[in-house]
Structure formats: C-alpha cells, structure tokens
C-alpha cells in the first residue's frame, strides 16, 4: 500500500468521524428541544420519545469511542490529525451528557404534567430557547471550525447562568407562597438545573473547538454568572438577595 493511499484513506476516516460528531450533535440538539416541549406543553407521551431516544447517543457515543481508539493504534497520529480525534472524544462525551440532561427533563415533564400547572414553569421555555441557541451555534462553529463563533458561544454561559438564578429565585419565592406549589416546583428547579448543565456542556464543546482549531487550550478563564448558591427569600416580605455574603468567595 502506498503512502498515498495510506493519506487518503485516513482523511476519509477522519471525514467520518467527523459525520459521526455531526450526527450525534443533531440528535442531542433534537432531543434538547423535545424535552422543553414537552415541559411547556405538559405532553407526557412525547417527554416518553425523549427518554426512550436516549439509547442512541449513547450508541453514538460508543462507535465514536471505538472508532478513534482503533485510528490511535493503527494511525499513530500526530498535531492536527491527533487533535482531531481526542477533540472527538471529548465532544461525544459533552454531547453524550447532554443527552442525559435531556432525558432527566422529560423525566421531570412527565411527573409535571401530572400536576397542577405552575406559574414558573413559564420561564423554562425561554431559558430552553437560549439552550438550544448555544447548542446550535457551538454545532456550526465545529462543522465549520469557527473559532470566533465558539468564543462567542462560550461567552453566553454568563448570559445563561444569570438567566437561571433569575429563574430559580422565581421558584423559591413561589414555593413560599403556597406549600401545595413545592412538589411542581421542585421538579422545575431540577428542570432548569439540568439545562444550565446542558449549557455548561455546550461550551465544553466551545472549548474543544478552540483547542482543536488553534492547537492550545482557552487560557481565559470562563464567565460565570450563577449565584444561585448565595440565593435568599425572606418569608416576612418575599425580598430577593442574590449577592453572596462578604466572606465567601463566589
């Protein structure tokens, strides 16, 4: 076998592995916004189709792993060409969490539509649009290896974060209103914390791209604008703080 044939031969694997990513990145983005449609809608039955989906990422998952480890021990690549298959690996893994996260929504949609409607809920459609924004532009900028869009990408994780402690303050105050709201809201915190998760996978994947287009990893360090943690409802008058206390580091 020539050297030619041999280089030609390992792009077109490389092109595959490629496609394998791109496939798997459809199917978590489709399973993405099934789940928070299936939350606004309160459709037990489609929430169902998500969780019984979730087997093929991690098939995707699977022959992605399979696939790159059997190019490492036969190809033995080196610079781009290895950076292209362990940047495989890492984003199958961003991508296969995301579907787990997904599925965990639907989990949480099928019990909520079981359930007196909440006014919170309201708000997960929004924070899941932003979701499924980011997970589509991070996709884009992999398919075309778009440094600038992923950098853009990881920037919105802030964008996301602030959205999500905006929300979660939203449901505390309401689970104080009316202990008969705590059951539905405790499942739409989850809800949302499963979908700032999916964010924080999604510029995991903004990462990867930068290291695999560049050649090093993001030196900055990532915006973060969830202070959740340091959220607080008074029960006298429902005031909101969300600024940590002097002492603590956020």
Not at 12 to 28: D, F, K, P, Y
Not at 38 to 67: G, N
Not at 241 to 247: F, I, K, L, Q, R
Request: aromatic share 4%; with cysteine; net charge negative.
């Amino acid at each position: 076998m020539n050297r030619e044939h041999i280089v030609r031969s390992f792009s077109e694997e490389l092109r595959r592995l490629n496609t394998l990513i791109t496939q798997m990145g459809g199917v978590a983005e489709a399973q993405v916004e099934t789940a928070v449609r299936a939350v606004a809608r309160r459709d037990a039955s489609l929430a169902a189709s998500v969780v019984k989906s979730d087997l093929r990422l991690d098939q995707y998952e699977a022959e992605i792993d399979a696939e790159a480890i059997r190019m490492l021990a036969l190809r033995q690549p080196m610079a781009g060409d290895l950076r292209e298959i362990v940047s495989a690996l890492k984003i199958s893994a961003d991508l296969e969490r995301i579907g787990d996260y997904a599925a965990n929504i639907a989990k949480r949609a099928m019990v909520l539509a079981q359930l007196p409607p909440v006014r919170p809920a309201a708000g997960i459609p929004r924070m899941g649009r932003m979701v499924q924004e980011i997970m589509n532009e991070v996709l884009d900028a992999f398919i075309d290896r778009d440094v600038a869009k992923a950098i853009a990408v990881w920037r919105r994780d802030e964008e996301l974060d602030d959205l999500y402690t905006s929300l979660f303050r939203e449901v505390l105050t309401y689970m104080m209103e009316d202990p008969r709201n705590i059951t539905p809201c405790t499942h739409l915190l989850f809800i949302a914390k499963n979908l700032e998760r999916i964010g924080d996978h999604a510029t995991n994947i903004a990462e990867t791209i930068h290291f695999l287009v560049v050649g090093h990893s993001l030196k900055a360090i990532r915006p973060k604008g969830d202070t959740s943690s340091f959220a607080v409802v008074t029960p006298e008058d429902n005031t909101e703080t969300g600024s940590p206390p002097a002492d603590e580091p956020v």
